[in-house]
């Protein structure tokens, strides 16, 4: 029962995410209709596919549990979302996980692999809707520091109420052991609010920061490939009216 309740509330949540995209790139971008929809699935499959490469190295923190590893797959991601759009970069977050469930399966029961997906796109999504609005370097960098607080008060708030009490039921593990693991490592660390704030909040800061110094240094040096052929598919619809 549990299970199933688990699996309606990520089909509600992922409509509701790509719901919110979708109005989104409504609002904001008006060159992605020039994009046919073989490029766009193509792009946004291999940005993708990247990510869940990506995924798959994980990294341990010495503030956290074990469960919570830091990897960088948002970078391929955020470039895609730049270039395709806000429902791009919600989709390739999907297809992302399922990527990696695919090649490694879940240690978390599919919880930590909901979380990645749902925070990822917390992040991604302000991200995206300011670099749309004004698409420049700067409207990048903005773009990023709002999606990494976005994603850090989220993301903390997500874990607290939901997330971490969900994991302990569907992993058959109680509560007050999940806040020991923590304890263990950080004394100060004696409730799900003070694991979230010495473990989760340090967890999503130090992700945005180098997610974003990251795709600030690649971006636009990608940038120009990817908009190469844009001109061509500018003529080639004008030219079919």
């Known amino acids: 029962m549990e299970t199933l309740k688990f699996v309606l509330v990520c089909a509600a949540v992922f409509a509701g995410i790509i719901l919110v995209a979708w109005l989104c790139e409504k609002r904001l971008t008006h060159d992605l209709k020039l994009f046919s929809s073989t490029h766009y699935i193509s792009y946004t499959a291999v940005f993708a596919s990247m990510a869940g490469v990506l995924m798959l190295v994980e990294l341990p923190l010495f503030f956290a549990p074990s469960f919570y590893k830091l990897d960088i797959s948002e970078l391929p991601i955020l470039i895609c979302t730049f270039y395709l759009g806000p429902v791009a970069g ?9 990527v990696k469930l695919i090649i490694k399966g879940t240690t978390t029961a599919y919880v930590g692999d909901f979380a990645n997906f749902v925070v990822g796109c917390s992040f991604v999504l302000p991200a995206s809707c300011i670099y749309h609005m004004k698409k420049s370097k700067r409207g ?13 008060i989220f993301g903390s708030l997500f874990n607290a109420v939901y997330l971490l009490p969900t994991f302990a039921e569907l992993f058959g593990m109680p509560l007050e052991a999940i806040i020991k693991m923590g304890s263990d490592i950080n004394s100060a660390i004696n409730s799900v609010s003070t694991l979230v704030l010495f473990c989760v909040v340090p967890f999503n800061l130090l992700k945005g920061i180098i997610v974003t110094v990251l795709t600030m240094l690649l971006y636009k040096r990608i940038s120009p490939l990817l908009h190469k052929g844009d001109k061509k598919l500018v003529e080639r619809k004008a030219k079919n009216g």
């Not at 919600?90 to 399922?98: C, I, N, Q, R």
């Not at 990048?140 to 850090?152: F, P, R």
């Open 90 to 98: 919600v989709v390739a977050e999907l297809v992302k996980v399922l």
């Open 140 to 152: 990048a960098l903005i773009g990023m520091i709002a999606g990494t607080l976005v994603m850090t």
